[in-house]
């Protein structure tokens, strides 16, 4: 049963510190987004990926947010510093190119 | 610019009670509409792919429909375990991107 994994599924940081999250994408999938969901704005997209290569990264604020993938089987997400603001909850997803996306677990950032 | 807007916001039925739930976008190019849910604590769950107006697809309890303008999921004889937030999304014909709905979070009542 292929899915996708993301760790941790919890972090809880103070405010200036580096966080690191990791997506491990389905098997085969050649395409990978990171999102951010919260209450007030939904799911939003912060970057994406097809085959390793970054195709658009307008949803993140530049200053703070990097989003990579070293390998076709992880992609990592790194906010330095954090703030409070960036506190919510982080879903990677991959998908074949042109076909539907598949959801990890999330990872649910709290930034005291 | 484009968008998808999701109605209602939530929507409270008691087991049994057929309903729609609402999915309006504008998008340049449609190359998809998708529905998922979304249950609390968990990543969405991939429903339906939508191609093109008159098109309907169902799953269970489940049936979502397409037409030029909107997107509609009926649920009919709905059971407590359907309560979920369905989130609808449309993909532009130039890119993989999605573009999501804020979901309507539905409860149904035993």
């Known amino acids: 049963d292929a899915r996708v994994t993301q760790t941790p599924r919890h972090k809880v940081t103070e405010m200036g510190q580096e966080v690191t999250m990791r997506c491990q994408p389905i098997?085969?999938?050649?395409?990978v987004f990171w999102y951010r969901q919260t209450m007030m704005q939904g799911l939003e997209l912060l970057a994406y990926?097809?085959?390793?290569?970054?195709?658009?990264d307008s949803g993140m604020p530049k200053d703070r947010f990097s989003a990579e993938m070293p390998d076709a089987t992880l992609a990592t997400l790194k906010i330095q510093p954090s703030e409070p603001r960036d506190s919510a909850v982080y879903f990677c997803?991959?998908?074949?190119?042109?076909?539907?996306?598949?959801f990890g677990p999330g990872t649910r950032l709290t930034v005291t | 610019e484009d968008q998808v807007t999701q109605s209602p916001e939530a929507l409270r039925l008691q087991e049994g009670e057929s309903s729609s739930l609402n999915c309006s976008y504008t998008v340049s190019g449609l190359r998809g509409l998708f529905w998922y849910r979304q249950d609390p604590g968990k990543g969405p769950e991939f429903l339906f792919t939508?191609?093109?107006a008159g098109e309907e697809k169902e799953k269970e309890r489940l049936k979502a429909t397409l037409t030029k303008k909107e997107s509609f999921l009926h649920i009919t004889a709905p059971k407590p375990e359907d309560s979920a937030t369905y989130l609808c999304?449309?993909?532009?014909?130039?890119?993989?991107?999605?573009?999501f709905g804020k979901g309507t979070r539905l409860h149904i009542l035993p």
């Open positions: 939508l191609y093109s």
């Open positions: 999304a449309v993909r532009r014909n130039r890119d993989d991107k999605i573009i």
């Open positions: 997803a991959s998908a074949r190119s042109g076909h539907e996306q598949y």
């Open positions: 098997l085969g999938h050649n395409t």
């Open positions: 990926f097809r085959n390793r290569a970054p195709l658009d």
